[in-house]
């Protein structure tokens, strides 16, 4: 979810639950009690599909940067270096 959400706007979710992060679901998404139905899971991805080229590149490269520091801060924690 924290990466779908990213597509909306900066969020960090502190956990997975589904039922602790209804509310910024909801205030980013315009979805109300999401519980990932396959109703609720098409209407987001819809909602994402709407957005301005301009904004999905944006998160798109916020994605891909998180994703580069991940890797380096699990090669740390892995390797040490």
Known sequence: ?????????????????????????????GIQNYDAYEAQIRE???????LPEN??????DSMLRDIQKFEKDLEIILFGH
């Not at 987001?44 to 709407?50: A, G, P, T, V, Y």
């Open 44 to 50: 987001l991805c819809s909602r994402i599909d709407e």
């Open 1 to 29: 979810m924290q990466i779908m959400l990213l597509q909306f706007g900066d969020v960090l979710l502190k956990n997975q639950g589904k039922k602790t992060n209804r509310a910024v679901i909801e205030q980013m998404t």
């Open 55 to 60: 904004e999905l590149t944006s998160c798109f």
